[in-house]
T-cell receptor, first 110, second 116 residues
Framework: KNQVEQSPQSLIILEGKNCTLQCNYTVSPFSNLRWYKQDTGRGPVSLTIMTFSENTKSNGRYTATLDADTKQSSLHITASQLSDSASYICVVSAGDKVIFGPGTSLSVIP | DSGVTQTPKHLITATGQRVTLRCSPR?????VYWYQQSLDQGLQFLIQ???????AKGNILERFSAQQFPDLHSELNLSSLELGDSALYFCASSGRLVTWSTGELFFGEGSRLTVL
């Protein structure tokens, strides 16, 4: 069964600190993996896309990694800002299917 | 701004009623997707259209229906509304068909439906 799991479910960190969000998937055939950021009450916005051959991709303070062998991805946020408070959703494409993870809710506090 | 427009932004109605949510995709995008997001829940895929034809169906209730018109805008019809239908309904568009493997979903700002 195609599934995407994310951990932790929620996370609270102090402004300026780093954090890492995890995504595990059991999806076949794997096409790509995206991380989306969803601000409360807003539509998700793509942060980065990882294809099978890519291990690391950065977008500003966001760095995504992918281990296709273990079917794991992580999203590392550096020097967090209050505006990083949002839900981060891991989305995996499997052929013509798109499977959304449940998201990790991140709260950055002063 | 993603380029995807959804109306209305907010809608309050009563149980048993019927509503229509509208979505205009990004210019040039042929695929439209509808998602439901209940409070504190993840995005649940409802249905996808490509160039006017239904391409994929998710967990869409029989009380719900959708269509994509020749001008590529899409409507999601929700009928016999129940309290549990209260949610954010998102529309997304992409420029590619089901082989969206390197494509990106662009989401609208959502329509918040409250059923009282």
């Amino acid at each position: 069964k195609n599934q995407v799991e994310q951990s932790p479910q929620s996370l609270i960190i102090l402004e300026g600190k780093n954090c890492t969000l995890q995504c595990n998937y059991t999806v076949s055939p794997f096409s790509n993996l995206r991380w989306y950021k969803q601000d409360t009450g807003r539509g998700p916005v793509s942060l980065t896309i990882m294809t099978f051959s890519e291990n690391t991709k950065s977008n500003g303070r966001y760095t995504a990694t992918l281990d296709a062998d273990t079917k794991q991805s992580s999203l590392h946020i550096t020097a967090s800002q209050l505006s990083d408070s949002a839900s981060y959703i891991c989305v995996v494409s499997a052929g013509d299917k798109v499977i959304f993870g449940p998201g990790t809710s991140l709260s950055v506090i002063p | 701004d993603s380029g995807v427009t959804q109306t209305p932004k907010h809608l309050i109605t009563a149980t048993g009623q019927r509503v229509t949510l509208r979505c205009s995709p990004r210019s040039g995008d042929l695929s439209v997707y509808w998602y439901q997001q209940s409070l504190d829940q993840g995005l649940q895929f409802l249905i996808q259209y490509y160039n006017g034809e239904e391409r994929a169906k998710g967990n869409i209730l029989e009380r719900f229906s959708a269509q994509q018109f020749p001008d590529l805008h899409s409507e999601l019809n929700l009928s016999s509304l129940e309290l549990g239908d209260s949610a954010l309904y998102f529309c997304a568009s992409s420029g590619r068909l089901v082989t969206w493997s390197t494509g990106e979903l662009f989401f609208g700002e959502g329509s918040r439906l409250t059923v009282l």
